[in-house]
C-alpha cells in the first residue's frame, strides 16, 4: 500500500498534494530507506518543515482563505493526508469546476477545529490542575482554622474559670468570643468552597465528556477515536493481536439531503450508526468521523472477521425500505460503502487509515454498497 512520508511525500502523499492543487513532485522524505531503523537528521527535518509550511501557504493562497485555526488546520491535514475524507471530497469538488470556499470547508469538517479542541484540553488540564491545588490548600486551611477554633475554645473556657480581675478577663473573653466566632465563620465557607470546587470538576468532568460526542448520533466523534486509535494501536502490538480499522461512507448522501432535507438525512445518520453499532459488538469502537463517515476501529478482530461482521450490516441496512414521514416519501435503498485495513500491520496507525480510505475509495469507483479490503502492505496483490 502506499504510505505517506514523515514530509507528505511518498506515492500517496504525492497524489494528495496534486489533488488538492499543490505540486509535490521532487519532494523527498527525510528518512534514509536504506536503514532499517529509521534516523532524521536535523537539517532534514527543517527542510521537511519548510517544504510543509510552504505546501500549506500554497493552499491557503490558492483557495483565497484566510489565517485561522479552522483553516491552518483544514490545510495542513488537506497537505499531509491525515484527513483521507477531506482529501476525496476537495478531489471531488476540483474535478467539478467547484472552488474550495471557507463555507464549503466548514460544512466538510463539520467546523470540528481540532486544534482548538486540544488547545481546549490543555486549559482543561490547567484548570483542572487548579482545582487541586485550591481543594488541597481549601481543605488544609479548613482543618488547620477547625483546628484552631478548637483550641480557642477551650482557652476561652479556662479565661471563664479564672480567678482574678474580672473586668480583664471578661474582656478577653468576649474578643476570644468572637474570635471564635469568626474562626467557626471562616471555616463554613471554606466548606461552601470545597462544595463548589467539586461541582466545578464534575462540570469539568462533563464538558470533557461532551467534546468527545457526536452531538447528533451520540457516537464518540473524531478527536475521541484518534486517541483510542494510538491506544489500540500500542496495545495491539505488545499484545501480538490483530487491529482492524473500517472506513464506512453513505452512498450518494447529498441526494438524500438534496431529495429529503437536513432533517430527514439527520435521521438516516441515526439509522446506520445503530445498524453499525449492532455490528460492532464489545470489541469494537466505533465513532463518527464526519459528516456521513463512520470509521470502527476492532480489537483482537481480523479483517476478515471485519469484513463479515460489517457485510452483514451493509445488507440489512440495503434491505430495509425506510420512508420519509413527514412527506410519507420513500428514500428508496440506502447504502454504505466500505474499507478495511489491518492497523497492526503497519508502521504508523494513520497509514493504516489510508489505506482503508483508499479501499474505501475503491469500493465507491467499484459500484458503490460494497465493502473492500486493503492492500496487505506486504503483499502487491489487491484482495476484494
Known amino acids: 500500500m502506499a504510505t505517506i512520508a514523515a514530509d507528505g511525500s511518498g506515492e500517496y502523499g504525492q497524489g494528495i498534494l496534486h489533488r488538492v492543487g499543490i505540486r509535490g513532485a521532487g519532494l523527498r522524505s527525510p528518512i534514509d530507506e536504506g536503514n532499517t531503523t529509521p534516523t532524521v537528521s536535523s537539517r532534514s527535518l527543517t527542510r521537511a518543515r519548510r517544504r510543509q509550511l510552504k505546501q500549506i501557504r500554497t493552499f491557503m493562497q490558492s483557495h483565497d482563505l484566510d489565517v485561522t485555526p479552522l483553516t491552518l488546520r483544514i490545510a495542513y491535514e488537506a497537505c499531509s493526508g491525515t484527513n483521507p475524507g477531506l482529501v476525496r471530497g476537495i478531489d471531488d469538488r476540483r474535478s467539478r469546476g467547484l472552488p474550495i470556499t471557507l463555507e464549503w470547508l466548514e460544512a466538510a469538517t463539520g467546523g470540528d477545529a481540532s486544534d482548538g479542541g486540544q488547545a481546549v484540553s490543555k486549559l482543561a488540564d490547567r484548570l483542572e490542575h487548579g482545582i487541586d491545588e485550591l481543594s488541597r490548600a481549601t481543605s488544609t486551611v479548613r482543618r488547620v482554622t477547625s483546628q484552631y477554633g478548637d483550641e480557642l ?6 479565661l471563664a474559670e479564672t480567678q482574678g480581675t474580672e473586668e480583664v478577663i471578661a474582656g478577653l473573653a468576649d474578643f476570644a468570643k468572637a474570635m471564635l466566632a469568626r474562626s467557626r465563620q471562616t471555616e463554613e465557607e471554606l466548606r461552601a468552597s470545597e462544595r463548589e470546587t467539586a461541582l466545578l470538576r464534575e462540570n469539568l468532568d462533563r464538558a470533557r465528556r461532551d467534546a468527545e460526542v457526536d452531538y447528533l448520533t451520540g457516537l464518540p466523534n473524531r478527536r475521541a477515536f484518534e486517541k483510542v486509535l494510538q491506544e489500540s494501536y500500542e496495545k495491539a502490538l505488545a499484545e501480538g493481536q490483530p487491529l482492524s480499522v473500517a472506513f464506512c461512507d453513505l452512498d450518494h448522501f447529498k441526494a438524500i439531503n438534496d431529495t429529503h432535507g437536513h432533517e430527514a438525512g439527520d435521521r ?3 439509522v446506520v450508526a445503530e445498524t453499525l453499532t449492532s455490528a460492532c459488538r464489545g470489541d469494537c469502537f466505533i465513532a463518527r468521523h464526519g459528516g456521513e463517515e463512520f470509521v470502527m476501529l476492532c480489537h483482537g478482530v481480523t479483517p476478515a472477521e471485519a469484513f463479515a461482521r460489517i457485510e452483514a450490516a451493509r445488507e440489512e441496512l440495503a434491505q430495509r425500505r425506510m420512508i420519509n414521514r413527514r412527506t410519507d416519501k420513500p428514500f428508496g435503498i440506502v447504502t454504505f460503502s466500505g474499507g478495511i485495513a489491518d492497523v497492526a500491520r503497519y508502521t504508523d496507525p494513520r497509514e493504516a487509515l489510508a ?10 469507483e467499484g459500484g ?16 476484494s
Open 368 to 383: 458503490r454498497n460494497q465493502i473492500r479490503l486493503a492492500v496487505d502492505p506486504g503483499d502487491s496483490r489487491q484482495a
Open 355 to 364: 489505506a482503508a480510505d483508499e479501499a474505501l475509495y475503491q469500493a465507491k
Open 153 to 158: 475554645e477551650r482557652q476561652v473556657d479556662d
Open 268 to 270: 438516516i445518520l441515526k
